[in-house]
T-cell receptor
Framework: NAGVTQTPKFQVLKTGQSMTLQCAQD?????MYWYRQDPGMGLRLIYY???????DKGEVPNGYNVSRLNKREFSLRLESAAPSQTSVYFC???????????FGQGTRLTVV | QQQVKQSPQSLIVQKGGIPIINCAYE??????FPWYQQFPGKGPALLIA?????SEKKEGRFTISFNKSAKQFSLHIMDSQPGDSATYFC?????????FGTGTLLAVQP
């Protein structure tokens, strides 16, 4: 039972490069989320998708785009990476925003 | 704008002590208030959660106290153990999204 799977686990980018973080869940959840975790800042919501075909901005969406490819998959794209985007990124899924969310293991991204 | 404010940022207690972590929320649309526990190198995992129709919920050594009128809630850990050393996040959830506080790093000393 995989739960929420994120790839890659680690990534180093140069400033200006682009990349896509992948996330897939096998729990048939409607809602999916992308958070970033920074020291002293907690978990900040970047984007979320309440259902297949919908996406909405969270607390810190600037510099990111997302795609809800289907019910299982929710990807996060950095079009032009900046050092300020160095962080640990977590994908999560839940049946709804007000039910238990399950997290992936995280992607540690460094932008140099 | 921080929708969920959490304090303290860090906390050190002795084994057997009762650490208390506090959160305050602003969004009255929230109807789900979870606490998540995170160990180093791992993703957060649900510890305990409460709905606004009750004032307290206890699961084992973990208790949430909820004050709807003050828009505040707290986590109490009874008889804390070194294995409880982790980062704790409170959250506020509505139908569509889940927002977290800034986290509390708890260290329980043997």
């Amino acid at each position: 039972n995989a739960g929420v799977t994120q790839t890659p686990k680690f990534q180093v980018l140069k400033t200006g490069q682009s990349m896509t973080l992948q996330c897939a869940q096998d729990m048939n959840h409607n809602s999916m989320y992308w958070y970033r975790q920074d020291p002293g800042m907690g978990l900040r919501l970047i984007y979320y998708s309440a259902s297949e075909g919908t996406t909405d901005k969270g607390e810190v969406p600037n510099g990111y785009n997302v795609s809800r490819l289907n019910k299982r998959e929710f990807s996060l794209r950095l079009e032009s990476a900046a050092p300020s985007q160095t962080s640990v990124y977590f994908c999560a899924s839940s049946e709804a925003g007000n039910t238990e969310a399950f997290f992936g293991q995280g992607t540690r991204l460094t932008v140099v | 704008q921080q929708q969920v404010k959490q304090s303290p940022q860090s906390l050190i207690v002795q084994k057997g002590g009762i650490p208390i972590i506090n959160c305050a929320y602003e969004n009255t649309a929230f109807d789900y208030f979870p606490w998540y526990q995170q160990f180093p190198g791992k993703g957060p995992a649900l510890l305990i959660a409460i709905r606004p129709d009750v004032s307290e919920k206890k699961e084992g050594r973990f208790t949430i106290s909820f004050n709807k009128s003050a828009k505040q809630f707290s986590l109490h850990i009874m008889d804390s153990q070194p294995g409880d050393s982790a980062t704790y996040f409170c959250g506020g959830g509505a139908t569509n999204k889940l927002i977290f506080g800034t986290g509390t790093l708890l260290a329980v000393q043997p």
